[in-house]
T-cell receptor
Framework: GAVVSQHPSRVICKSGTSVKIECRSLDFQATTMFWYRQFPKQSLMLMATSNEGSKATYEQGVEKDKFLINHASLTLSTLTVTSAHPEDSSFYIC??????????????FGPGTRLTVL | AQSVAQPEDQVNVAEGNPLTVKCTYSVSGNPYLFWYVQYPNRGLQFLLKYITGDNLVKGSYGFEAEFNKSQTSFHLKKPSALVSDSALYFCAVREGRDDKIIFGKGTRLHILP
């Protein structure tokens, strides 16, 4: 249990376009999902916390208008990078907490999406 | 605010030898501590966690970690390393159940055949 998937695994886009990344909890319902960004040889940086049915909570310094997060159902959260630029190129990872496991303190991570903006 | 430190960027261990990956933390209350492993181009996989109880926590793939409150440490250990253990390891802490999780910068573990 507690499997999280992401789609796509890799995406290359032109500067100025928008890219949508999906995060799904496959075998559980996730009321809370998290979006992280990981730079090469660096740790994960929390971008935002996504709560089903409500607005996402963004970390300081993360532009909410650039990184649009939607958590429309208990198994799906999406991150849309709007008007992408080369500096947005990164590895984006989502995670989810599984409340039915009895341990909402543990996050389960998706495999990540590598975004390259040309 | 909570923080976590992994003092080693890289650790090299010969296959079959014991391994230790270090982690220290700072929180104002009782910590929730985690270890995750990341293989190339993949997301993080949960290894183990300490919330309360026995200071020695056992996790996946034969790994264990010891919570040491006086030294504010949560070092990851394995008695006998495998080449397949080579990966990037992250220590993480959260101050409470609902608090955000903070990751260390990661330690790259190389197991030499």
């Amino acid at each position: 249990g507690a499997v999280v998937s992401q789609h796509p695994s890799r995406v290359i886009c032109k500067s100025g376009t928008s890219v949508k990344i999906e995060c799904r909890s496959l075998d559980f319902q996730a009321t809370t999902m998290f979006w992280y960004r990981q730079f090469p040889k660096q740790s994960l940086m929390l971008m935002a916390t996504s709560n089903e049915g409500s607005k996402a909570t963004y970390e300081q310094g993360v532009e909410k208008d650039k990184f649009l997060i939607n958590h429309a159902s208990l198994t799906l959260s999406t991150l849309t990078v709007t008007s992408a630029h080369p500096e947005d190129s990164s590895f984006y990872i989502c995670s989810a907490e599984n409340p039915t496991s009895g341990s909402t303190d543990t996050q389960y991570f998706g495999p990540g999406t590598r975004l390259t903006v040309l | 605010a909570q923080s976590v430190a992994q003092p080693e960027d890289q650790v090299n261990v010969a296959e079959g030898n014991p391994l230790t990956v270090k982690c220290t933390y700072s929180v104002s209350g009782n910590p929730y501590l985690f270890w995750y492993v990341q293989y190339p181009n993949r997301g993080l996989q949960f290894l183990l966690k300490y919330i309360t109880g026995d200071n020695l926590v056992k996790g996946s793939y034969g790994f264990e970690a010891e919570f040491n409150k006086s030294q504010t440490s949560f070092h990851l250990k394995k008695p006998s390393a495998l080449v397949s253990d080579s990966a990037l390891y992250f220590c993480a802490v959260r101050e409470g159940r609902d608090d955000k999780i903070i990751f260390g910068k990661g330690t790259r573990l190389h197991i030499l055949p």
